[in-house]
């Protein structure tokens, strides 16, 4: 990697654009990056950093403020790197996210990070990306290391290495572990941790399997189970218990087996007692009811008798049914009859009794048939004397609603121009505030300066008044230095004999008098030496820098303050806040109402054209309206011709639909009366056939006359049930004989009657103790099947643990060994420790071929496994060893000079173990920060020998420092300039 040109803009403390030339600094190998503290030159290292991969360094990434303060608000912050990464030669620009004012209205919004790389190919730049992943990918690639390995490679950071020296294994491991990308080391560890858990867990998970078991056995069993949880231990005492329980199912099986034979022998004897006690009483039964069947004898033979004559009488019933239901017809028609003359006579005004007959109803029907026809010619005069009602109705609803509506159109003609005499007025206003607009932007704008200025005006007050207090303590400074530089310089004056006489040496020639022979020479008790009189003069100086910086600060705020006050007119900030509100609220005012003009005009036009609507549609409306009278008054004459023709025709009724619906209802009594007199004609008739067929009927079955054969009928179901009687109870008299006639009954009957009462207790006691040697048999058969079951499970379960249970043992001695708590790792070694302490042997060795050159060789850097004060595990401690007094020691013990080149010796040799590990990137441009103020001049130009070797190869090294000795030594520099409005650069 080599840099070849870095421009920064509005970046860190730089709030302009400025320019890095790095191949003019290569050409001389080493350069000098310089400017006084706080003046941004680290920041010019965090841009490199940025421009390689969008972030800088440390704590300051965290914050997200790479926007400069010192910059316009509105110019965005940029970096851009030209740089040859392996041969390659690339333009980065990348732009940080940041806050910019809108360019319209007020408020911020957001800028995005961005990036752009360009490779130079052909003398033209082409563009490969703008996006930031693939940059990074792109850049990260061609470099070969992370950002953090750069940090420490090629710019070796401020402080950093001293802590490195002195910190404990702990810190160290957590850098190294970093910078070399061990950590996959360190997951080893976390997985043999995790795997260990796992099977630790795994394993808790099978022996609380086994253990559930166990409990399960021991419950079956009835035993106590083991408490040690041992393979062989508990599978012993799982067989044990099966083998126990096999034999006593066993024994109970040949119990069970007597108790079977006994109950066996019991029942038959039972069964035997049974069959006799049942045929005794099969014949005691057969005699009862042999004795009910001849009681009931007499009843059986009436019985019998009753059916044959309901059987007969069976034939005459359908013409029993007739003669009834032609009766029952000719009753209903007769009073049917009675009731529609009645009615009739009533209604159409006939005569009464038997005067009317069917021709005499057939006449009065006729009669009313053509009244019908004669009042239905009359109907379409009705209807359209209806019709016109309806419609006389209609035009009356229109000619209100078209009332209506032209007292709404003259409503809406007066409010249209109400309306436009108001939007005239608003218009003229808003036209007025128009004109005002210019006039009160300017005012406003004139008043927001005021404003700001005002409130410089008290920050600059407050600044100037703490410039004011640091000038006076530089000149009381600068005047207490001056004066103790004279003093001693005085006072060197004074002893300048003493000196004098300090530098005599016998034999020698005075420098003053020329003798050889100093008999008195002069003495002083408290000599000054030029060393001295040199450091308070410095000291003095730097007082009257510090003193003038101070007073032209002051005098800068002097000017400042009176270019506010003048801006700001007299006014204070309080008053020149009530003047910026005014005449902001004046401005929004007429803005507002100027704002208004064209939709005030729009609304004037549209209320033009509603006014002429309104005024058309009134018009409009008073045509319809007249038209719609004169339309009535034609429609009342004619209806009142009709109502003149219908009153001649109807005579006294007044509704010729009443005087319609009346005949027809007469009509229809007449229809209804004549029908119901034929009807009952009809029904005489029919009853006088239905007696003559029944009188024939009753003769051929046999009865004396027809109550007689109503008599005997029965029902269906009477009869059905009266035959099922005398079946059943002649079948009962059969089987009762052939009951008394069985030889078995016979023969059970002689003997006398047997008890069942002990045969029955003697089975039940032999089925009794049957049935518990069977249930114990089954309850032992289930637990030796059970414990079989359970034992095979256990055997399960213990072959399923045996091989976690290896594994775990494996897993914990590995886990153990790799994190430092083995006692097979006498030195507490972490794995991960292990491979970073091999690194830091290279480091070390790295570190000591620097260390050799600077220091007169007197220290040499020396790892050690060994656990230092404070640490937990060993393997990553370091010593100096002291090649002028042979002892070996800790680095704190360094004084600060010597801790800085030990230091820088380590930051050194790590840069060139991490190029190593990162694939042998080559680091073509490399920083130095800090630390050479501690050295004195004889080691400081040992060091200067150390980095200038760092040049070979053609690499360029830049020092960033601001000793001024290195100044002096190093033609080639990098000055960062600092000031109220931002640092800048200088190149030399």
Known sequence: MRLHTLEITAFGPFAGVERVEFDPLAESGLFLLCGQTGAGKTSVLDAVCFGLFGRVPGERDKAKRLHSDHADPARGPRVVLDVTLRGRRLRITRSPEWVRPKKRGTGTIREHAKALVEELQDGAWQQRTNRIDEAGDLIGGLLGMTMTQFCQVAMLPQGKFETFLRSGAQERHALLEQLFGTGRFRAIEDWLSDHRKDLDAESARH?????????????????????????????????????????????????????????????????????????????????????????????TGALRARVRAARRATAVQPLLELTDSTADTLAEARAAADARLSEAADHARLPRGSGLTVERLRAAVQERRTETARLESLQPTQDELTSLDDELAELSRQIA??????????????????????????????????????????????????????????????????????????TDEAQRCRDAWLDLRQARLDGMAAELASQLRPGEACPVCGASDHPSPATGSDRVSETDEREAQRASQAADRAREQAAEVLATADRELAVARAAASGHDAESAKRELDHARAEHARAERLAAGTERLAAEVADLKTAFEEARDLAGELEIERTALGERRDVLLRRRERLRTTLASALGDDTSLGARLTATKEHTELLESALDAVRASNEADAAHARARQRLARAVNDAEFTDAEQARAALLSQTDLANAESVVREREDEAAAVRALLDDPDLMAAAAVPAVELTATDRALADAERTREEAALGEHHLRLQADRLEALHSDLESLLAAWDPVRRAWSVAQRMAALCSGTSTDNPLKMRLSAYVVASRLEHVVDAANERLRRMGSGRYLLRHTAERGVGDTRGGLGLQVHDGWTGETRDPATLS????????????????????????????????????????????????????????????????????????????????????RSGSTLSQT
Do not use: N
């Open 207 to 299: 022996i609380a399997q086994i253990r559930d078991k166990l409990e399960r056995i021991a419950e079956v069993g009835d035993r106590p189970r083991p408490e040690e949880i041992d393979p062989e231990v508990v599978r012993a005492w799982s067989e044990g218990l099966r083998r126990d329980a096999v034999a006593e199912v066993a024994g109970a099986q040949e119990i069970t087996e007597a108790r079977r034979l006994e109950a066996k022998s019991a029942r038959a004897e039972a069964d035997a007692a049974r069959d006799l006690a049942e045929r005794q009483r099969r014949h005691s039964e057969a005699v009862r009811r042999h004795a009910a069947v001849r009681a009931l004898a007499e009843d």
């Open 401 to 474: 609603d078209t009332c209506a509506q032209h007292e709404q159109a003259l409503s809406a003609t007066r409010q249209a121009t109400a309306a436009l005499e108001q939007r005239s007025r608003a218009i003229a206003d808003a036209r007025a505030a128009s004109a005002e607009m210019p006039g009160l932007v300017q005012q406003a704008e004139r008043a927001a300066r005021v404003h700001d200025a005002a409130g410089e005006v008290a920050r600059l007050v407050r600044e100037r008044e703490s410039y004011h207090q640091t000038a006076a303590r530089a």
């Open 896 to 979: 600060g000079g010597e801790t800085f080149v030990v230091s820088l010796a380590l930051a050194l040799g790590l840069a060139d173990v991490v190029t190593q590990e990162a694939g042998g990137a080559e680091i073509g441009t490399l920083f130095v920060d800090e630390g050479f103020g501690s050295l004195d001049p004889e080691t400081l130009d040992e060091v200067m020998d150390v980095l200038d070797s760092l040049r070979s190869g053609g690499r360029s090294v830049g020092v960033v420092s601001h000793v001024g000795d290195l100044q002096v030594r190093i033609p080639a520099q990098v000055e960062v300039h600092k000031s």
